[in-house]
């Protein structure tokens, strides 16, 4: 039936026009290179936000930037710990994913601090009282024990927890940055009194005779560097304590898990915690 004055009869399809499947197909083709084209606009715009913008959030701060900041946070936990704090080795953990787009890695640093078993809530305690305050440290009972918890700026996180019977770990974490130019590992410079102090330590427990590990280091808030060098494990005798009793300047610590005296400027503390002991000999940073 014909339409009269251009209405279509009551129940009749309009027409399909020939060129109605063709236009479709236009639409969804300019839609895709739309979508394409706006997809890469926006990697334009991050790459030049990333290489020109100042940081605003850490996925934008490389390793090499955080690097410094991780330092002296590592600083700043030695000096709120006191004699016992041990510097533990920088760790990169590569692999990360800064974004769906780009691998990232991650700097941790640490510090092992020995007391007394049941000493370990209060050295946190410690520790978090002695923080600046802008880091606004804290510590509270979770169901793994107390942990401490602190910002010490530039997205560089701090934590703390018990490791084991008188054995805190305090740890400064970058999170998953860009890579940058890498870790610049501060300046160490010669291990003079704690090389010393560590290969008498050795000779009183009859360990090995070998050179200690390469010194890690941090600067001080003060001013100043905290180093310590360590160890390699080795079987203990059977009374660690009593052997190095002739050589301990000045008692500090004397329990099942570590025994620690000071030997000038100079902690040396006996892991005794394994099947190993571990020495160091560390300098600290005035509190």
Same mark, same amino acid.
């Given at each position: 039936?014909?339409?009269?004055?251009?209405?279509?009869?009551a129940?009749?399809?309009?027409?399909?026009?020939?060129?109605q499947?063709?236009?479709?197909?236009?639409?969804?083709?300019?839609?895709?290179?739309?979508?394409v084209a706006?997809?890469?606009l926006?990697?334009?715009l991050t790459?030049i936000?990333? &290489?020109?913008?100042?940081?605003?959030?850490?996925?934008? &701060?490389?390793?090499?930037?955080?690097?410094? @900041?991780?330092?002296r946070? @590592?600083?700043e936990?030695?000096?709120?710990a006191?004699?016992?704090a041990?510097?533990?080795?920088?760790?990169?953990?590569r692999?990360?994913?800064?974004?769906?787009?780009?691998?990232?890695?991650?700097?941790?640093r640490?510090?092992?601090?020995?007391?007394?078993?049941g000493?370990?809530?209060?050295?946190?305690?410690?520790v978090?009282?002695?923080l600046p305050a802008?880091w606004?440290?804290? @510590?509270?009972?979770?169901?793994?024990g107390?942990r401490?918890?602190?910002?010490?700026?530039?997205?560089?996180?701090?934590?703390? !927890?018990?490791? #084991?019977?008188?054995r805190?770990?305090?740890?400064?974490?970058? #999170?998953? &940055?860009?890579? !940058?130019? !890498?870790?610049a @590992?501060?300046?160490?410079?010669?291990? !003079?009194?704690?090389?010393?102090?560590?290969?008498?330590a050795?000779?009183a427990?009859?360990?090995?005779?070998?050179?200690?590990?390469?010194?890690?280091?941090a600067?001080?808030? #003060?001013?100043?560097t905290a180093?310590?060098? &360590?160890?390699?494990?080795?079987?203990?005798?059977?009374s660690?304590?009593a052997?190095?009793?002739?050589?301990?300047?000045?008692?500090?610590l004397?329990?099942?898990?570590?025994?620690?005296?000071?030997?000038g400027p100079v902690?040396?503390v006996a892991?005794l915690?394994?099947?190993?002991?571990?020495l160091?000999a560390s300098t600290?940073?005035?509190?």
């Amino acid at each position: 039936m014909a339409p009269v004055n251009g209405v279509e009869a009551a129940g009749q399809a309009p027409p399909t026009g020939p060129d109605q499947p063709a236009t479709s197909r236009r639409w969804w083709r300019w839609l895709l290179a739309a979508s394409v084209a706006w997809a890469v606009l926006l990697g334009a715009l991050t790459w030049i936000s990333v &290489r020109d913008d100042p940081p605003t959030v850490r996925e934008q &701060r490389s390793l090499s930037e955080a690097g410094p @900041v991780i330092d002296r946070a @590592v600083g700043e936990l030695v000096a709120a710990a006191g004699d016992t704090a041990v510097l533990t080795p920088p760790e990169v953990d590569r692999g990360c994913r800064v974004t769906p787009f780009a691998d990232g890695a991650d700097l941790s640093r640490g510090v092992d601090v020995f007391v007394a078993a049941g000493g370990e809530r209060a050295l946190l305690e410690q520790v978090a009282d002695r923080l600046p305050a802008g880091w606004r440290a804290g @510590v509270r009972v979770t169901s793994d024990g107390p942990r401490l918890r602190a910002d010490a700026g530039e997205f560089v996180t701090v934590s703390g !927890g018990v490791e #084991g019977d008188g054995r805190v770990r305090l740890t400064a974490d970058t #999170g998953c &940055r860009p890579v !940058g130019d !890498g870790y610049a @590992v501060p300046a160490i410079g010669a291990a !003079g009194a704690e090389a010393d102090a560590l290969a008498e330590a050795l000779r009183a427990l009859g360990g090995p005779a070998a050179p200690a590990a390469e010194p890690v280091a941090a600067p001080c808030p #003060g001013g100043g560097t905290a180093r310590t060098v &360590r160890s390699a494990g080795f079987p203990a005798p059977t009374s660690p304590a009593a052997a190095l009793a002739p050589v301990a300047r000045v008692p500090v610590l004397d329990d099942p898990q570590a025994y620690a005296y000071r030997r000038g400027p100079v902690t040396v503390v006996a892991d005794l915690s394994g099947d190993l002991v571990v020495l160091s000999a560390s300098t600290g940073c005035a509190a």
